[in-house]
């Protein structure tokens, strides 16, 4: 697997932070970066990644799911951990190693924002996963993601059916152990993002030094 399309605006200097977007299931690079603009970040430099499969209109980070682009046990497991080793690989190649990076994602991008961080502990800042998921198993990174314990946004919709409970527990468990978590769950929301989740993703982004905070 192989990222070769992205839309990205990078204009700041070698120390800025830039924040790698992980569109979900169908969706594509153009999804993500006017989000930037509801959590306090409209101005600050972006890479927007397509995922490489295509898929309906759009494109998907995983090939083989069990229903709604969700892979469960062994594959997913084997596709996170090739669709994040691709990303990895892109960053690599295209942001220079002085920035941050905060990786965000929705969906399966919000899985593999989080996967992010347990593929290369070193070269991810944070993570901010909306109505994302865990993988299953262990990764040769967990290790040293637990020495670090970077900040970590999970937020879901107490509603979001996509994925059974103990998934989403499971999630959060991960990461109370090898992050610095903040998890929000957002009562009546289903797979979705809303106004509260962009103003506590703000408030994450400005409590640790990603975004300036803003002054009405």
């Known amino acids: 697997m192989k990222v070769t399309k992205a839309l990205t605006r990078l204009k700041g200097t070698d120390k800025d932070p830039v924040f790698l977007l992980l569109h979900g299931w169908g969706s594509n690079e153009y999804d993500l970066p006017d989000l930037l603009n509801y959590c306090g970040a ?3 430099d972006y890479a ?20 709604e682009g969700v892979p469960e046990g062994q594959s997913l497991t084997d596709q996170a951990l090739e669709a994040a080793t691709a990303i990895d690989e892109w960053v690599t ?29 070193e070269r991810y800042a944070a993570a901010v996963s909306c109505s994302g998921w865990l993988a299953p198993g262990s990764l040769p990174g967990d290790a040293e993601l637990a020495a670090r314990k970077p900040p970590v946004f999970y937020g879901h919709g107490s509603i979001d059916d996509i ?21 929000q769950v957002y009562p009546g929301m289903a797979h979705s993002m809303n106004m509260p989740e962009m103003r506590d993703i703000q408030r994450f982004l400005e409590s640790n030094g990603f975004i300036r905070p803003r002054i009405w």
């Open 48 to 67: 927007s990644l397509q995922a490489p499969i295509a898929y309906g209109m759009g494109y998907t980070w995983f090939g083989t799911w069990a229903h």
């Open 163 to 183: 994925f059974p409970k103990a998934d989403v527990d499971a999630m959060g468990e991960f990461w109370r152990a090898h992050a610095t978590l903040t998890e």
């Open 93 to 121: 190649a295209n942001i220079p190693a002085t920035r941050p990076v905060v990786s965000l994602g929705f969906s399966q991008g919000g899985l593999l924002a989080a996967h992010l961080l347990r593929v290369n502990p």
């Open 42 to 44: 409209g101005s600050a």
